[in-house]
């Protein structure tokens, strides 16, 4: 098969296009596992702190991307739960023990044996991936392709933040940073929240345009300060500052604060904003 392989870390600055195209035996699905072949894959920030060093790959070359979209080609030794032709989705989390107490409640990312897609697993740049049954997921018709994609990590990141604010329907709700994440929380929060405000802090004109665009009541720059008391704030930047300046902006003292990123193994549940509920 084809595929885009990172030789070894390297620095963005210096080696622009760090991905080589290159030919690799066909990956074959073991126990539980399916192959899929993969028809879009999305383009994640995390990506560039794999590259770069920050989040490494367990070994080279190494195939990235964790927001796959595809069809099931064929079906490891007792992997039943798919049948072949299905379109699923394969996000960050692409394999856990299954059997230890985190995995048994629902936070497989804080497994002892959490692997992740396109770091510890060969991910989807590449015209096939293989996953545990488990960790693939029927996608609905009414979406393309590509635009499934970006929900397996950006979109998962986003509703579990949302999901976490605890908003009702009118409350003032704000956003630190409008980046992939964001942008989809927004839309997620028109439909679910109709009668609520959306204040977005962006540094871009660009992206404070498109907030606007997208139905945000207002946008501004992060230094800014929000024109009312807001009753949650989800920040989605990799910037500490925001996190440190949303409880001036917001209604209620309390708050919950989680990175921006996919989830690293072992932090405690109550800081992560990621992948599962
Ligand atoms: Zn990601
Ligand atoms: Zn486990």
Redesign the pocket.
């Given at each position: 098969m084809k595929a885009a392989v990172l030789e070894k870390i390297t620095n963005l600055r210096d080696n622009p296009q760090p991905l080589s195209f290159v030919e690799l035996p066909d990956p074959v699905p073991g126990e539980r596992q399916i192959l899929v072949r993969v028809s879009a894959c999305?383009v994640?920030?995390?990506?560039l702190d794999e590259i770069e060093g920050r989040t490494p790959p367990v070994s080279f070359p190494f195939v990235p991307g964790?927001?796959i979209v595809g069809f099931v080609e064929k079906q490891g030794p007792n992997a039943v739960k798919h049948a072949e032709g299905l379109r699923v989705g394969i996000?960050?989390i692409g394999s856990a023990c299954g059997k230890c107490r985190y995995c048994l409640g629902g936070r497989e990312n804080l497994c002892p044996d959490f692997k992740a897609t396109g770091r510890d697993l060969p991910g989807g740049y590449a015209q096939y991936v293989i996953v545990d049954q488990e960790f693939a997921f029927p996608i609905p018709p009414v979406f393309s392709d590509a635009q499934a994609a970006p929900l397996?990590?950006?979109g998962a990141?986003g509703w579990r933040s949302l999901h976490l604010a605890g908003l009702r329907d009118g409350e003032p709700l704000g956003l630190t940073g409008f980046g992939?994440s964001a942008h989809l929380v927004l839309t997620l929060a028109r439909h679910l929240y109709p009668r609520s405000e959306i204040f977005v802090f962006a540094r871009s004109e660009h992206e404070r345009k498109f907030a606007i665009e997208l139905g945000a009541s207002w946008s501004g720059d992060t230094t800014e300060k929000s024109p009312q008391k807001l009753a949650a704030v989800i920040d989605t930047t990799p910037a500490w500052k925001p996190v440190i300046e949303a409880p001036h902006h917001q209604r209620h003292p309390q708050g919950r604060k989680g990175p921006r990123?996919?989830p690293p193994d072992g932090l405690p549940a109550a800081s992560l904003a990621g992948k599962r509920d």
């Open positions: 999305g994640c920030h995390t990506e964790h927001q996000g960050w397996l990590c950006a990141i992939a990123s996919d």
